[in-house]
């Protein structure tokens, strides 16, 4: 087995702020996701990446900017933070670099407020 | 472009009810279609999936899933339902990459 593990937990920042979300996998599976969950809503792709230096945009690319650094980690970065912004931000990984259905893993979200 | 359905936001039972929860999907190619659970305040956890095969797919916990091309959906079911079966349930598809496109979620609540 393994873990997703995400950093920080629980994130307060001000409006305009940089804020950077980190993620980091041990299945080493190829591909990492970053999605946005919205309250009483689905997930929402941001980015993902079918290996290290990879980067594909998803549906929800604009205002985020993301890295792999290497292939078990995995940042998203909020560019410019929206007042009064409040989201659930979920780190997955799936064992393939292309192909559908693939199992998704998640990790357990870092939660986001702007003040 | 795919999309996913789920047309119940919130489905309320008693422990050791039956439930169905529903998803109908739109994609006009092969797809695979999933069931992912989320207890508050985790992350999503996989149940099951379909692709091809028997439309009617086994997954963890006594959940089961069947697919029907006809109504284009993917219903969860199971038969006798815990108070730990309490959560978010999320229905996804995805096509020929292995982005997964989620349904907005139904929330189950079983009352004891």
């Known amino acids: 087995g393994g873990i997703i593990t995400q950093t920080p937990k629980f994130l307060i920042g001000q409006e305009g702020q940089k804020l950077t979300l980190k993620c980091q996998q041990n299945?080493?599976?190829?591909?990492m996701y970053w999605y946005r969950q919205d309250s009483g809503k689905g997930l929402r792709l941001i980015y993902y990446?079918?290996?290290?230096?990879?980067?594909q945009k998803g549906d929800l690319s604009e205002g985020y900017d993301a890295s792999r650094e290497k292939k078990s980690s995995f940042s998203l970065t909020v560019t410019s933070a929206q007042k009064n912004e409040m989201a659930v931000f979920l780190c997955?990984?799936?064992?393939?670099?292309?192909?559908?259905?693939?199992?998704?893993?998640f990790g357990p979200g870092t939660r986001l407020l702007v003040l | 472009t795919q999309t996913v359905s789920q047309s119940d936001a919130h489905v309320t039972v008693f422990e050791g009810d039956s439930v169905e929860l529903r998803c109908n999907y739109s994609y006009g190619g092969s797809i695979y279609l999933s069931w992912y659970i989320q207890h508050h305040g985790r992350g999503l956890q996989f149940l099951l999936k379909?692709?091809?095969?028997?439309?009617v797919v086994q997954g963890v916990n006594g959940f089961e899933a069947e697919f029907s091309k006809s109504d284009s959906s993917f219903h969860l079911r199971k038969a006798s339902v815990h108070w730990s079966d309490s959560a978010v349930y999320f229905c996804?598809?995805?096509?020929?990459?292995?982005?997964?496109?989620f349904g907005d979620g139904t929330v189950l609540t079983v009352k004891p």
């Open positions: 990446s079918i290996t290290e230096n990879d980067l």
């Open positions: 997955a990984s799936s064992a393939r670099g292309q192909g559908a259905g693939d199992t998704q893993y």
């Open positions: 996804a598809v995805s096509a020929n990459t292995g982005k997964l496109t």
């Open positions: 299945f080493n599976h190829d591909t």
């Open positions: 379909y692709y091809s095969g028997n439309p």
